[in-house]
């Protein structure tokens, strides 16, 4: 395989139909599962050479769900992160995290803030959840930065470019996802990095989180390899 994405961003999705067809009482215990899904996910990204696999854990819309729900997210989130740890030095990973992440409850943000800080000398791969995350509520701080810089003279309107976007938006300190991959069968974005995947190639997966495993991850990437991206020139221009 010869063109390895640099950055993988996955919609992990199917945890509830997951617990309900394996004859859980509750939704809970496959969140439970997805977290060793994420463990392969992340590690088998790495051994790859992927550098930077961002997923979504949490979306805005999903505080929405029944507070015995949203509460076991957020303790599965926290303990996690604790053990963790040890997984994610081993496989020299950085941890990170977009969102509105001060909706999250402070003892999620304080296991997040230590973990992000134990994990920031790891350089192999750039590992980012996003969390309370909404695509259009990030397009919004960003125009609400971008208009505070011009109410204040720091910029002029007829100047904002598309770099001034990118650079006002939570995922500044990354590139655009190459690769976007949703597991559970369902076809949408769900408020999903709107502005970043423009150009991304697009993988729906069948498999329900929790299942998902190492050979899924490769078999995307081989589908992936054999994607022409070509942002809009020709085929011919492209093999020239
Ligand atoms: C994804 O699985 C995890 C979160 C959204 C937190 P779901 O919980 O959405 O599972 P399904 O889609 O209902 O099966
Ligand atoms: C999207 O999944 C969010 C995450 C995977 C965290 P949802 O299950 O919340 O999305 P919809 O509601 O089916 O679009
Ligand atoms: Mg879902």
């Known amino acids: 395989m010869n063109t ?3 950055h993988v961003a996955i919609i992990m999705d199917g945890n509830g139909r997951w617990a309900k067809k ?9 969140h439970e599962i997805g977290v060793e899904a994420l463990r392969r996910a992340a590690t088998g990204a ?3 050479g992927i550098q930077f696999l961002t997923v979504y854990a949490f979306s805005e819309e999903n505080w929405q769900r029944p507070k015995a729900e949203v509460d076991a997210l957020m303790t599965i989130l926290m303990t996690s992160l604790r053990k963790e740890l040890g997984v994610l030095q081993e496989n020299g990973i950085r ?3 977009i969102g509105n992440l001060a909706a999250l409850p402070s003892r999620a943000r304080r296991q997040l803030d230590e973990t992000m800080e134990a ?3 790891n350089q192999r791969m750039v590992l980012t959840l996003a969390l309370s995350y ?7 701080d960003a125009v609400r930065t971008i208009a505070t810089q011009a109410a204040s003279g720091q910029i002029d309107p007829q100047s904002i470019s598309e770099e001034h976007i990118a650079k006002a938006l939570w995922t500044s300190a990354m590139p655009d996802p190459d690769l976007l991959i949703r597991t559970s069968g369902e076809q949408r974005i769900s408020n999903f990095m709107l ?3 423009s150009y991304a190639e697009l993988i729906f997966l069948p498999v329900l989180w929790p299942d998902f495993s190492k050979k899924d991850l490769v078999e995307a990437l081989e589908e992936y390899a054999q994607r022409e991206r070509r942002i809009g020139k020709t085929s011919e221009q492209l093999k020239q």
Not at 22 to 30: E, K, L, P, V, W
Not at 134 to 140: I, M, P, T, Y
Request: charged content about 20%; overall charge positive.
């Open 46 to 48: 790495a051994e790859l």
């Open 22 to 30: 394996q004859g859980f009482a509750t939704r809970i215990r496959g």
């Open 134 to 140: 909404g695509g259009r509520q990030e397009l919004l």
């Open 119 to 121: 994990t920031k000398g």
């Open 195 to 197: 502005w970043q995947i």
């Open 4 to 6: 390895i994405p640099q």
């Open 95 to 97: 941890l990170n995290a």
